[in-house]
């Protein structure tokens, strides 16, 4: 798809502002009701997500990078998963809009897809297994685009190329079981980028890949990302993986922000006792570390968020504040800040 | 493996991400390729049908079926005379030349008769079996895929009908009408007979719904009715096109049993469960009037249970 395609400067009849960020969500927050009470998934992210900007969303698993994403696509399983605060606006126009029941509905579901995509963590469980590739990818283009069924597959085999899946021509008709992972994975960002989304949203992409192909597929997706001015969220639990991609960097636990900034004065400078934590526990190749050292304890029940900071039952150096205080997300100097009583603290060990 | 045929609320884990033909088929047709042409078909159901063939047991039982099939849409063709031409003169005739299988009461030629009973029976089987299977694929999605309330009240339905033995169901509805055609018969069939079936395809929707590429289905924008059709039903319909499959051959003796009890067809319909009930009678001095359509519906069963077997095992990754 190299023609653009002429977009509407209207969505869902609500006009884009042009100058407005690809992405923006101010103090989401989302619960999900269940018999045992209620889990407080994501409590007050925010970040914008400017046209080429990269932004990755690192956290452990169940900190809420995934749900939040899911609220942003409006794919959230509701119930029992609901929005209860907070707004997302894609271009000025807002997604989410109150109801009745005073929780908030996704109300522009055009977006998915052809606005905002996503690239998920296993490709071969994200890709229907009695399909071809081919014609899984030539079926957006028939579905959204309205081509003819030997377009759609003259435009599979060329997102194929894009994506650079060797001798594409060929493998147009190969089921995805016959590929090998990091194919897989591409063809699950061609899909993503089908219909020129304004705004890509990868959840873990590179977790069930080999290092090396991990490597390659981060590659893939800057180099796209450079090529066609989309605006790329990643998800992640691993610092290292995305540092040389991404721009800014947005760390959370338990749902909520623990340190925001540029990608490489976090990485070179944490100052959040849980950012440090987390590259502690990962190998990296800049830094000799003689063990890795696991983060104490384990993570947050969401059903009961400790008080104050909610990292505080397993930070090293919480103190008696650190348990009824939450610390606001203050500027820390050098392009970034942290939500941490004694961020100077964590910086002088560095 | 029977844990695939047994309804269950708890979503099968082993369900065969196969296929059923049509989607295939117009997959296929929508992207014709060169793999496809050389035969190097690769998807689920390809490989299910390289299985098949080379099993003596879906070759033969599929054969017997064909075979059937074809007798009941034209029995006029292997008959060797009109059914109901009778003569009371070669009234209870044993098996000759000239009556392969003997004559009935009635002097009707009885090979000629048991011809014409395949049409009544398989009709009453694929008819009956196509819309339960109808019914449970639209109930069983819905209900799978939409959950909560909905799922609750087609469950609480489901539940009830349960209650209702198919065969005593059967008698006391069928005593109340007076006329009984293969139209009343069907009907009561398919009322009675949907609920297994339904929580089969509940069960299973439940199973594919939970994979990753509906999410990504979801995410690319596509709708509720769009990810039935597409991506959960053809993942889904393995294990319910094995049950159907057996089902042709329950259904099957179950209007016969119907017939047999007085309460299915009526004379002078030709079925085999109404010759059937003629026979028992003179048992001792006509054996011929019971042997011939009780084997012609035994192996018609026995043809579509084996059908639903082989189909199992070839559509079963786990049993290759």
Same mark, same amino acid.
């Given at each position: 798809m190299t023609e653009t395609i002429a977009r509407s400067d209207k969505l869902a009849g609500r006009p884009i502002d042009p100058n407005a960020p690809f992405l923006e969500v101010r103090d989401l927050n989302v619960e999900f009701r269940i018999e045992d009470g209620i889990v407080r998934a994501v409590n007050g992210l925010s970040y914008t997500l400017g046209q080429g900007e990269t932004l990755a969303i690192l956290g452990e698993s169940g900190s809420g990078k995934s749900v939040s994403a899911q609220a942003v696509m409006g794919i959230l399983d509701t119930p029992p998963g609901f929005v209860t605060a907070g707004t997302v606006k894609f271009r000025g126009v807002d997604l989410l809009a109150k109801n009745k029941k005073g929780t908030f509905d996704h109300v522009v579901p055009e977006v998915r897809g052809s606005r905002i995509a996503m690239v998920f963590q296993d490709a071969l469980t994200a890709l229907n297994p009695v399909f071809t590739v081919g014609w899984q990818l030539g079926e957006m283009l028939r579905k959204h685009r309205g081509y003819s069924k030997k377009d759609a597959k003259e435009g599979a085999i060329e997102l194929m190329e894009r994506v650079k899946i060797p001798s594409a021509r060929e493998r147009v008709n190969s089921y995805p079981h016959e590929f090998s992972g990091g194919m897989r994975q591409r063809v699950m960002i061609a899909m993503a980028l089908s219909l020129d989304p304004d705004v890509l949203i990868a959840d873990e992409p590179t977790t069930a890949l080999d290092v090396t192909v991990q490597a390659q597929i981060m590659e893939l997706l800057s180099e796209l990302q450079a090529e066609t001015g989309t605006g790329l969220i990643l998800i992640t639990h691993d610092l290292a993986v995305v540092a040389e991609v991404a721009d800014r960097v947005v760390v959370m636990y338990a749902g909520m922000r623990m340190e925001v900034g540029e990608i490489q004065a976090v990485y070179h400078r944490p100052s959040h006792p849980y950012t440090l934590g987390l590259m502690k526990s990962l190998a990296r190749h800049d830094m000799h570390v003689e063990r890795l050292t696991p983060i104490a304890g384990s993570p947050p029940d969401l059903l009961h968020i400790p008080t104050g900071c909610p990292f505080h039952p397993r930070c090293p150096y919480a103190k008696d504040i650190c348990s009824t205080e939450i610390p606001s997300l203050d500027a820390v100097g050098g392009g970034h800040a942290s939500a941490c009583h004694f961020w100077q603290e964590v910086q002088i060990e560095i | 493996m029977t844990d695939d045929l047994r309804p269950s %609320?708890?979503?099968?884990?082993?369900? %065969?991400p196969a296929i059923d033909v049509e989607v295939e088929a117009e997959a296929l047709g929508r992207v014709p390729d060169a793999s496809a042409q050389d035969g190097r078909t690769a998807s689920l159901w390809g490989d299910a049908w390289r299985q098949l063939r080379r099993r003596p047991v879906f070759v033969i039982s599929a054969t017997i079926i064909v075979i059937l099939v074809i007798i009941s849409l034209w029995p006029g063709l292997f008959a060797t005379h009109d059914p109901r031409d009778c003569n009371l003169i070669d009234s209870l005739l044993l098996p000759s030349s000239e009556h392969w299988f003997g004559t009935d009461l009635q002097g009707c030629d009885y090979y000629s008769r048991t011809l014409y009973g395949t049409r009544v029976s398989i009709t009453i089987g694929i008819v009956v079996v196509f819309f339960i299977t109808l019914i449970a694929i639209i109930g069983g999605s819905i209900a799978g895929y939409y959950g909560r309330a909905v799922d609750s009240i087609i469950g609480r339905i489901t539940d009830i009908w349960f209650v209702i033995p198919t065969i005593l169901g059967g008698i006391v509805i069928l005593s109340l009408v007076r006329t009984r055609g293969i139209t009343t018969v069907s009907l009561v069939l398919i009322v009675l007979g949907w609920a297994t079936l339904l929580r089969l395809v509940r069960s299973s929707v439940l199973a594919v719904k939970a994979n990753d590429y509906v999410e990504a289905a979801r995410a690319m924008g596509a709708s509720n009715f769009r990810i039935i059709v597409r991506h959960i039903l053809p993942n889904a319909l393995a294990p319910v096109i094995i049950v159907s499959a057996i089902n042709v051959g329950v259904i099957i003796a179950a209007e016969a049993a119907l017939s047999f009890l007085g309460v299915g067809l009526q004379l002078p319909a030709i079925s085999w469960g109404l010759m059937i009930s003629v026979a028992q009678q003179r048992i001792i001095s006509a054996p011929h009037l019971l042997l011939f359509p009780g084997a012609f519906l035994s192996v018609t069963v026995f043809s579509f249970i084996l059908m639903g077997d082989a189909l199992r095992d070839a559509l079963d990754p786990k049993l290759r």
């Amino acid at each position: 798809m190299t023609e653009t395609i002429a977009r509407s400067d209207k969505l869902a009849g609500r006009p884009i502002d042009p100058n407005a960020p690809f992405l923006e969500v101010r103090d989401l927050n989302v619960e999900f009701r269940i018999e045992d009470g209620i889990v407080r998934a994501v409590n007050g992210l925010s970040y914008t997500l400017g046209q080429g900007e990269t932004l990755a969303i690192l956290g452990e698993s169940g900190s809420g990078k995934s749900v939040s994403a899911q609220a942003v696509m409006g794919i959230l399983d509701t119930p029992p998963g609901f929005v209860t605060a907070g707004t997302v606006k894609f271009r000025g126009v807002d997604l989410l809009a109150k109801n009745k029941k005073g929780t908030f509905d996704h109300v522009v579901p055009e977006v998915r897809g052809s606005r905002i995509a996503m690239v998920f963590q296993d490709a071969l469980t994200a890709l229907n297994p009695v399909f071809t590739v081919g014609w899984q990818l030539g079926e957006m283009l028939r579905k959204h685009r309205g081509y003819s069924k030997k377009d759609a597959k003259e435009g599979a085999i060329e997102l194929m190329e894009r994506v650079k899946i060797p001798s594409a021509r060929e493998r147009v008709n190969s089921y995805p079981h016959e590929f090998s992972g990091g194919m897989r994975q591409r063809v699950m960002i061609a899909m993503a980028l089908s219909l020129d989304p304004d705004v890509l949203i990868a959840d873990e992409p590179t977790t069930a890949l080999d290092v090396t192909v991990q490597a390659q597929i981060m590659e893939l997706l800057s180099e796209l990302q450079a090529e066609t001015g989309t605006g790329l969220i990643l998800i992640t639990h691993d610092l290292a993986v995305v540092a040389e991609v991404a721009d800014r960097v947005v760390v959370m636990y338990a749902g909520m922000r623990m340190e925001v900034g540029e990608i490489q004065a976090v990485y070179h400078r944490p100052s959040h006792p849980y950012t440090l934590g987390l590259m502690k526990s990962l190998a990296r190749h800049d830094m000799h570390v003689e063990r890795l050292t696991p983060i104490a304890g384990s993570p947050p029940d969401l059903l009961h968020i400790p008080t104050g900071c909610p990292f505080h039952p397993r930070c090293p150096y919480a103190k008696d504040i650190c348990s009824t205080e939450i610390p606001s997300l203050d500027a820390v100097g050098g392009g970034h800040a942290s939500a941490c009583h004694f961020w100077q603290e964590v910086q002088i060990e560095i | 493996m029977t844990d695939d045929l047994r309804p269950s %609320d708890e979503p099968s884990t082993n369900i %065969d991400p196969a296929i059923d033909v049509e989607v295939e088929a117009e997959a296929l047709g929508r992207v014709p390729d060169a793999s496809a042409q050389d035969g190097r078909t690769a998807s689920l159901w390809g490989d299910a049908w390289r299985q098949l063939r080379r099993r003596p047991v879906f070759v033969i039982s599929a054969t017997i079926i064909v075979i059937l099939v074809i007798i009941s849409l034209w029995p006029g063709l292997f008959a060797t005379h009109d059914p109901r031409d009778c003569n009371l003169i070669d009234s209870l005739l044993l098996p000759s030349s000239e009556h392969w299988f003997g004559t009935d009461l009635q002097g009707c030629d009885y090979y000629s008769r048991t011809l014409y009973g395949t049409r009544v029976s398989i009709t009453i089987g694929i008819v009956v079996v196509f819309f339960i299977t109808l019914i449970a694929i639209i109930g069983g999605s819905i209900a799978g895929y939409y959950g909560r309330a909905v799922d609750s009240i087609i469950g609480r339905i489901t539940d009830i009908w349960f209650v209702i033995p198919t065969i005593l169901g059967g008698i006391v509805i069928l005593s109340l009408v007076r006329t009984r055609g293969i139209t009343t018969v069907s009907l009561v069939l398919i009322v009675l007979g949907w609920a297994t079936l339904l929580r089969l395809v509940r069960s299973s929707v439940l199973a594919v719904k939970a994979n990753d590429y509906v999410e990504a289905a979801r995410a690319m924008g596509a709708s509720n009715f769009r990810i039935i059709v597409r991506h959960i039903l053809p993942n889904a319909l393995a294990p319910v096109i094995i049950v159907s499959a057996i089902n042709v051959g329950v259904i099957i003796a179950a209007e016969a049993a119907l017939s047999f009890l007085g309460v299915g067809l009526q004379l002078p319909a030709i079925s085999w469960g109404l010759m059937i009930s003629v026979a028992q009678q003179r048992i001792i001095s006509a054996p011929h009037l019971l042997l011939f359509p009780g084997a012609f519906l035994s192996v018609t069963v026995f043809s579509f249970i084996l059908m639903g077997d082989a189909l199992r095992d070839a559509l079963d990754p786990k049993l290759r």
